[in-house]
């Protein structure tokens, strides 16, 4: 996901021919150099600017002020790729914010999508035992016996060496017993 953000310095009128880019919702009436620059830029990149796009009152559109006080201007820009846009889901600025200069917090808030590979998720899920098998009487005394075999042969051990070899042993061979005795569950493929 690509997000650029900055003082563009860029005014950016609510024109029909801006709207792919920009939306109707921009404060000014009328645009700037830098405003003109931005949106070729955004449109070269294909990216959206985010600021323009949620309705807000004016006075929460405000990034900047111009020393008068009476001039308010939306210079402040959050660009997102348009492909990952709705990530985005609001842009506003906060004028309560002491950080001692003459322009505002903007803020987005933004949530992020990820996305699992389908093969790596395919394979993870190749191989589960049938553990329903558990619930028959005979299956589940057959794999107790089994088990309790396997842990019999660490009672007559004393060297530490020893002890980890039939351990190693115990973890090679315990998905076998268990494939044995239980079996590996099928999984039904859906068609949609």
Not at 54 to 63: A, E, G
Not at 171 to 190: D, F, R, T, V, W
Request: hydrophobic share 35%.
């Amino acid at each position: 996901m690509k997000i650029l953000l900055g003082a563009f310095n860029a005014k950016v009128e609510r024109g029909n021919i801006f709207k792919p880019t920009i939306r109707n919702d921009s404060l000014h009436q009328g645009k700037n150099d830098n405003g003109v620059r931005m949106v070729n830029f955004s449109t070269s990149k294909n990216l959206v600017v985010k600021n323009t796009i949620f309705l807000h009152r004016n006075v929460h559109k405000y990034t900047w002020t111009f020393p008068n006080r009476k001039t308010h201007n939306q210079i402040h820009h959050i660009l997102i790729d348009r492909r990952s846009h709705s990530s985005i889901l609001d842009v506003r600025s906060f004028r309560g914010v002491d950080c001692d200069t003459d322009h505002y917090l903007v803020v987005a808030k933004v949530r992020e999508r990820l996305a699992v590979n389908k093969q790596a998720a395919q394979n993870f899920d190749v191989e589960r035992l049938s553990l329903r098998k558990l619930n028959k009487l005979e299956v589940r005394k057959q794999y107790q016996i089994k088990i309790s075999n396997k842990f019999a042969d660490f009672e007559n051990i004393s060297d530490s060496e020893e002890m980890h070899k039939a351990w190693e042993n115990i973890k090679e061979n315990k998905q076998i017993s268990a494939i044995e005795c239980l079996g590996l569950y099928e999984l039904k493929l859906y068609k949609p």
